[in-house]
């Protein structure tokens, strides 16, 4: 059951990275491609998935964020956070486009310490 889940949830994540690329390059496009409905509906039943798996490994491994053992994935969560903040700034509030090319890179560095951390299960700060 673990493995499975796990697998679930680094797709879910590669799939939402991508879907947020192309989302930001197709944003710098100025493309009308950006409005179609699936691009608008796509990301959240991905991040749904994501989410929903993330919770599921949680419960099989016991890994509890907010506590001593699970400090790493506490970082990991603030670093999700961070993300996602970082990728609406970038596909909704930035006002000019060098913004928003400061929070994509932004997200997806994010990600990157997000992954480290998961890996490593070592928080940056612990």
Same mark, same amino acid.
């Given at each position: 059951?673990?493995?499975?889940?796990?697998?679930?949830?680094?797709?879910?994540?590669? +799939?939402?990275?991508? &879907?947020?690329? =192309?989302?930001?390059?197709?944003?710098? @496009?100025?493309?009308? $491609?950006?409005?179609? #409905?699936?691009?608008?509906?796509?990301?959240?039943?991905?991040?749904?998935?994501?989410?929903?798996?993330?919770?599921?490994?949680?419960?099989?491994?016991?890994?509890?964020?907010?506590?001593?053992?699970?400090?790493? +994935?506490?970082?990991? &969560?603030?670093? =999700?956070?961070?993300?996602?903040?970082? @990728?609406?700034?970038? $596909?909704?509030?930035? #006002?000019?486009?060098?913004?928003?090319?400061?929070?994509?890179?932004?997200?997806?560095?994010?990600?990157?310490?997000?992954?480290?951390?998961?890996?490593?299960?070592?928080?940056?700060?612990?």
């Amino acid at each position: 059951m673990y493995v499975a889940l796990k697998h679930t949830h680094m797709l879910a994540i590669a +799939l939402s990275v991508l &879907l947020f690329v =192309v989302r930001y390059g197709l944003m710098m @496009a100025n493309s009308s $491609l950006l409005e179609r #409905k699936a691009l608008k509906i796509t990301p959240h039943v991905v991040d749904t998935f994501m989410l929903l798996s993330g919770v599921a490994l949680i419960a099989v491994t016991g890994f509890i964020p907010f506590t001593e053992a699970g400090g790493w +994935l506490t970082e990991k &969560l603030s670093c =999700v956070l961070a993300y996602i903040a970082l @990728a609406f700034f970038t $596909l909704k509030y930035g #006002k000019n486009k060098v913004f928003k090319s400061f929070a994509f890179l932004g997200a997806l560095g994010w990600v990157v310490a997000a992954g480290k951390i998961a890996v490593t299960k070592t928080p940056f700060l612990g």
